[in-house]
């Protein structure tokens, strides 16, 4: 099982970009979806998460989560970006296999804002 991101990119303060992660391999089901971010020197914390019924935990009004269930694919929508939103966006997701259920990560996708 692998969780797939991308999306990541270079963009100016004020400026927008759609992060995307997608989970791949046997997968019976998928729970949460999440992302999270770390930026250098600092812990790695949640930025906003959606469970398999749609219900959605975000930290920050100016970012929307929403996923696609068929599509085994989470999406989160960065507006208004600032420089200290710079860092790796990483995505989460609780995943069953036919091993049981597990926390899965993405590789990570760099996000920069700079002017």
């Known amino acids: 099982v692998q969780l797939q991101a991308s999306g990541g990119g270079a963009v100016l303060p004020g400026g927008s970009l759609r992060l995307s992660c997608t989970a791949s391999g046997i997968i019976f089901g998928i729970g949460v979806m999440g992302w999270y971010r770390q930026a250098p020197g600092k812990q790695r914390e949640l930025v906003a998460s959606v469970a398999h019924n749609g219900e959605i935990h975000n930290v920050d009004g100016r970012f929307t989560i929403s996923r696609d269930n068929a599509k085994k694919t989470v999406y989160l929508q960065l507006n208004s970006l600032e420089p200290e939103d710079t860092a790796v966006y990483l995505c989460?997701?609780?995943?069953?296999?036919?091993?049981?259920?597990?926390?899965?990560w993405g590789q990570g996708t760099l996000v920069t804002v700079s002017s």
């Open positions: 989460h997701a609780i995943i069953q296999t036919n091993g049981g259920a597990g926390d899965y």
